[in-house]
């Protein structure tokens, strides 16, 4: 009776583990700061899995931008609603691009994105360089960047529950470009 109580406490502290993975702190806590709405994006360059060289900053396409992680159970969640964001605004050029934090090799990464059928650009990132660069708080965290490389909407967590506040930010960006 008493191994069982114990099993079950070390399978709740393993649960809380689990859940409280898709937490990752900068490497600098202490200076850290995240990148204000309004504020001009860092440029950030790196290779799809594709083969293609993914560009943010300015001027480019109106970009989503979701830093991810295979790892986080809340990053999984949201790849079909990211996928169906890309889906929907394509013919308008925006673009979803899924930034991979994943250490190590590009193998689990491509794995997962082919099982998934993602058809949005994705970059395997394993040295955190847009962590730091967008000064990332934690995975999974989306961005909506003008074409302008202004930073316009972001939020930390999943996004499913709130892809209309995504798809109002994009067509409010198009809204503007069209009537300029």
């Not at 300015?58 to 970009?63: D, M, W, Y």
Request: aromatic share 4%; glycine share 8%; hydrophobic share 40%.
């Amino acid at each position: 009776m008493r191994i069982h109580a114990v099993q079950r406490v070390a399978a709740g502290a393993s649960l809380l583990v689990v859940l409280g993975s898709c937490r990752q702190k900068p490497a600098d806590a202490g200076a850290f700061r995240p990148l204000d709405v309004g504020s001009e994006v860092p440029a950030y360059i790196m290779p799809s899995l594709r083969g293609d060289t993914v560009r943010l900053g300015s001027p480019q396409p109106v970009t989503v931008l979701n830093v991810w992680a295979t790892w986080c159970p809340s990053c999984r969640e949201e790849m079909s609603t990211l996928d169906g964001v890309e889906k929907r605004f394509r013919k308008d050029g925006v673009r979803v691009v899924g930034v991979s934090v994943d250490r190590g090799a590009s193998d689990r990464v491509r794995r997962y994105v082919a099982e998934q059928h993602l058809d949005f650009a994705i970059v395997h990132d394993p040295e955190g360089i847009v962590i730091d660069r967008f000064r990332i708080p934690a995975v999974p965290t989306t961005l909506v960047i003008d074409s302008s490389g202004v930073l316009r909407w972001e939020h930390t967590g999943n996004i499913a529950d709130i892809v209309d506040q995504v798809d109002a930010e994009i067509e409010g960006l198009l809204s503007r470009t069209r009537a300029s």
